[in-house]
């Protein structure tokens, strides 16, 4: 940079500066020159592995070896048995080993452990749980939930088809399918299925994101980026607004793949066949519903053709998708004026029969129209290309646009008027094409939405909704399917990401990094197929790469490249690029098998080595990351490993894998967590505090926290206390020293030593102290608030039913006060409210704690002038009516000198309304002493009486204390 002048003011030199540092910080940020040349984006290439004097090393271990003595370090000795035994049993299903396996397999591994670790692992593949498990992994990438995320009340926010993808995804991996058919059925299923196959709610891949209120542009880019991050690891969704700042991919290789999703519509089907005939019921009204109101909104398009038109000079004034727009019949849709926008762009050109006269106007300036529509027009009447009607209606030259508008008008109402008239078919069939903007796309309300006034919007939503809330009722599978839209249109690139500066046009076509030498546009309707045929080709140098890549940091904690979910420019090269290769080409050839892939990685001595380093003072400096793999990592569960291994040893687990999913919080809740009710929008706080992925989006790598939320839900909470319980009934036959025994080897499948033995005894002893020593819980309060009648014949109370809603200082009988079957009932520390009716008379009961003779005193208040005023009375249960008051604006003693009461007795302190309901408030705090004690309506008034803590004895304590300790969740 040359230096500036010496007469360069000081601020022109700030901008001088500051436009070079720009300058050189957008060079700085654009892909090189040789971006295509990074090494994500060449073949995979074919390498051999290290010659080693070993003849028994598999090639895997070549690779690893051969780098760390390129090093100068050795690998890690062997795991022992157990170890080994948990490592695989965690890896592949997500649950611990029995202590019964743990022994077989220490035998057998003692004798060839080549054969114990192949036999350990075949036995774990054609498990159940190994779907469960790894379906996890690949939801997490699929940003999973039950719902939609935040959507406004008019529509179901639970997906009616998450489920059953969810269940799908477990299903596919327990048999092995294919991982390039697995990614071809996620993408394009419904173009490979048949219509009524289960195999459809694969398709849930794309369609269970966020629903982002409807907006049809975050929609789309949500589905870009989770295809091409989660396959590919490709940052794709950065070109939204620009080109690719670090990777070769421009803008207009984003929107090729915005097209693909712009020309696929969701369709939610049943995939099985049901007679429920409410569910008939509800389809049926949706159907006729959106056959009706798609007629109605087409009338609209027609009558208002002109409208429609003009709206073409003045795009601006028709705001882009919007969550806060509302819609009236009378209002000119927004979305049907785009329509029109894009159906123009596309369909029609100068030379077209019907709208070439409105194109070439289109040009003309309206300050000059009269002046310049004559010779515009001219040619285009003399070529005889124009549809007669069309050549009429524009013999003489329109004096402005909107003549222009209506002259369309009057051409197509007239043809709708006289259907057989000459020229008229043309014109119909333009009305009544499906594809065409005087139509509202024949699509589900999700995808057609923005074509109708808000009201009606609302109603198909609810009739939508009605569908859904039956399927969910009913556990029916489902799916959410896309189908291709026809004509698909080619997109047009968003300048700077905004919908409203429409820029060129591009094709739908594979990106640049795929296809850097010949790309041709896709020619099958989306495209969709054809990209997800690229996506899961052998040729192509990504997906078989990222998904290698994946699996080797499931069991090895971090990936050979260590940003999963981007192999792009800033991505770091991997740690073995050669053994990355040898294993993409391996996964190829094995047929795409992940079972294959992950016996091949257990197998190796890289896998199976113990997390003590040979050399820890050389493996400290040398490979302080473990990117050499010179020891085997140490590992902590995640939560679902954690929350599913204490079900597992404690008796307690639910392997029921179908039926709708439950809360992680219910109690009953004793089913594998990955069967859990996710919510998008309010994620339990208890997954929060354990790092669950988030799913709002794609999520390649889960955090890793240790923060106290974690350790008090174990600690504190009912769900690790009532697995204990569960292991302490488990163990109560054996005698004490056995009981520590069955115990260790339940969660750790290995004895006890003698000194956890001892160390268990005095844990024991110091618990069985403590249960003996605990304070007894206070007595309940004698005081309580509930409503009756007062029994004029007896003279006594009728009933008492307890108020059963505490507010924090008031007892009333709903949680909206008034409210419920009591209606104003209501008793504070110091007085309250009778209820509505006379049956609904509010009761302060006092129940004698032991015999006495007692005092009451207290005064009733009643302020208010309006009404009639309240009865008051006390009442005893053993001696009948002790006092009575009528009282209206004024204050009256309620007292009572001296009386005999026996322990259970009751003292009822009664207000009723007296004849009318109107300002019945009042005061009154009874006071009750003997010589020993007071009690004191307004000191002790209190919530609902607190049951005594549910402590854990001490044998289910000390198996709370093993449940918690690092040595359960941790894999080693």
């Not at 100068?72 to 649950?95: M, N, V, Y």
Request: a negative charge; glycine letters at 4%.
């Amino acid at each position: 940079m040359p230096a500036p002048s010496p007469s360069l003011p000081r601020a022109a030199f700030s901008l001088f500066l500051a436009a070079a540092l720009l300058s050189h910080t957008r060079a700085a940020i654009k892909p090189p020159p040789d971006a295509l040349q990074h090494w994500a984006f060449q073949p995979t290439s074919n390498p051999d592995p290290p010659a080693s004097p070993d003849p028994t090393l598999q090639p895997i271990d070549r690779f690893l070896r051969a780098s760390l003595a390129n090093a100068g370090l050795s690998p890690a000795a062997p795991a022992d048995s157990r170890s080994l035994i948990r490592r695989i049993t965690f890896d592949l299903t997500g649950l611990p080993p029995s202590a019964a396996d743990t022994d077989a397999f220490s035998t057998a591994d003692a004798a060839n452990r080549p054969a114990a670790v192949a036999a350990l692992t075949n036995r774990l593949l054609a498990s159940p749980h190994f779907g469960e498990r790894w379906g996890r992994h690949w939801l997490d990438l699929a940003r999973y939930s039950d719902t939609k995320g935040y959507v406004y009340a008019r529509e179901e926010r639970r997906f009616a088809h998450a489920p059953t993808y969810r269940r799908w995804v477990i299903s596919a991996l327990n048999n092995d399918l294919p991982y390039n058919r697995f990614l071809l059925l996620q993408i394009a299923g419904d173009q490979l299925l048949p219509p009524d196959s289960p195999d459809l709610a694969a398709m849930g891949f794309l369609t269970g994101g966020r629903r982002f209120i409807g907006v049809t542009h975050d929609i789309i880019d949500d589905r870009i980026d989770v295809v091409m991050r989660s396959t590919m690891a490709l940052t794709v969704q950065c070109a939204r607004c620009h080109d690719h700042k670090y990777d070769p991919v421009p803008t207009a290789d984003y929107y090729s793949l915005y097209g693909v999703f712009q020309s696929s519509t969701d369709q939610l089907i049943p995939l099985n066949t049901t007679d429920d005939a409410e569910l008939k019921k509800r389809q049926d009204a949706l159907a006729s519903a959106m056959a009706s109101h798609r007629a109605d909104a087409a009338q609209r398009l027609r009558s208002r053709l002109a409208d429609y038109l003009n709206a073409q000079r003045e795009l601006a004034k028709y705001p882009e998708e919007g969550f806060d727009q509302i819609l009236s019949p009378g209002d000119l849709i927004p979305a049907s004026v785009r329509r029109w926008r894009d159906w123009l762009h596309t369909h029609a050109s100068p030379a077209h029969p019907i709208f070439g006269p409105w194109l070439t106007l289109a040009t003309v300036p309206a300050d000059r129209f009269p002046d310049l529509a004559a010779a515009a027009l001219a040619p285009l009447l003399a070529s005889g290309s124009l549809h007669p009607a069309i050549a009429a209606a524009f013999q003489s030259a329109p004096d402005s646009p909107a003549t222009v508008a209506s002259r369309y008008s009057e051409v197509f109402n007239a043809a709708a008027a006289h259907p057989d008239a000459p020229g008229s078919a043309a014109l119909l069939a333009l009305l009544n094409d499906p594809s065409g903007p005087f139509q509202v796309p024949a699509t589900g309300i999700v995808n057609n939405e923005l074509f109708f006034p808000s009201d009606t919007v609302t109603a198909l939503w609810k009739l939508q909704g009605d569908v859904d809330r039956r399927l969910i009722e009913l556990n029916a599978p489902a799916a959410l399917i896309l189908t291709d839209l026809s004509p698909a249109a080619n997109p047009r690139i968003f300048e700077r990401g905004s919908p409203a500066r429409l820029g060129p046009e591009v094709p739908r076509r594979l990106p640049l990094i795929l296809a850097p030498h010949d790309r041709q546009p896709f020619q099958s309707g989306s495209g969709r197929l054809e990209l997800a045929n690229a996506i899961a080709s052998p040729e192509n140098p990504l997906t078989a790469r990222v998904f290698v890549n994946r699996v080797w940091q499931h069991l090895f904690g971090a990936g050979l490249v260590r940003t999963p979910s981007d192999f792009g420019l800033r991505a770091g090269s991997p740690s073995h690029p050669a053994l990355l290769d040898w294993l993409a080409r391996d996964f190829i050839h094995s047929g795409w098998s992940l079972k294959s892939l992950l016996r091949n990685l257990i197998a190796s001595r890289a896998y199976q080595q113990s997390h003590t380093p040979a050399n820890p003072d050389d493996s400290a400096v040398l490979d302080p990351d473990n990117r050499l793999l010179s020891r085997a990592p140490v590992r902590r569960l995640d939560f679902e490993a954690v929350r599913d291994a204490m079900l597992a040893v404690s008796g307690d687990l639910d392997n029921v894998s179908d039926g709708p999913p439950m809360e992680i919080t219910d109690p009953a809740n004793r089913r594998r967590t990955v069967h859990a009710w996710i919510d998008r929008q309010f994620v339990p706080g208890t997954l929060r505090s354990f790092d669950f992925a988030n799913p709002d989006i794609h999520v390649a790598t889960r955090h890793e926290t240790t923060v106290p939320q974690q350790a008090l839900f174990f600690l504190n909470g009912p769900f690790a206390a009532a697995r204990a319980r569960s292991l302490a009934a488990a163990s109560a036959s054996f005698p004490d020293p056995d009981r520590i025994q069955f115990l260790h080897r339940q969660l750790y499948q290995r004895p006890a030593s003698a000194t956890e033995s001892a160390s268990a005894l005095a844990f024991l002893a110091a618990a069985k102290a403590d249960a003996a020593a605990q304070s007894p819980h206070p007595p309940p309060s004698p005081w309580s608030c509930g409503t009756g009648a007062f029994d004029e014949s007896s003279q006594r109370t009728a009933s008492f039913t307890p108020l059963p809603y505490f507010t924090g200082s008031a007892y009333q009988g709903a949680a909206a006060w008034p409210g419920g079957p009591t209606g104003w009932a209501q008793l504070t520390a110091t007085g309250g409210h009778p209820g509505d009716s006379r049956q609904h008379a509010v009761i302060r009961r006092w129940t004698a704690p032991a015999a006495a003779t007692i005092t009451i005193t207290g005064t009733l208040r009643h302020e208010p002038t309006q009404g009639d005023g309240i009865r008051a009375f006390i009442i005893s249960s053993r001696h009948g009516t002790l006092l009575t008051a009528d009282i209206h604006h004024r204050d009256a003693p309620m007292a009572v000198s001296s009386l005999t009461v026996s322990r259970g007795d009751t003292i009822d302190f009664l207000v009723d309304i007296r004849n009318e309901l109107n300002s019945d408030q009042f005061l009154w705090s009874p006071h009750i002493s003997n010589s020993n004690a007071t009690w004191r309506a307004d000191l002790d008034f209190s919530g609902p009486a607190t049951p005594p803590p549910d402590f854990l004895e001490p044998w289910a304590q000390y198996a709370q204390v093993l449940l918690l300790a690092n040595e359960f969740s941790f894999t080693d």
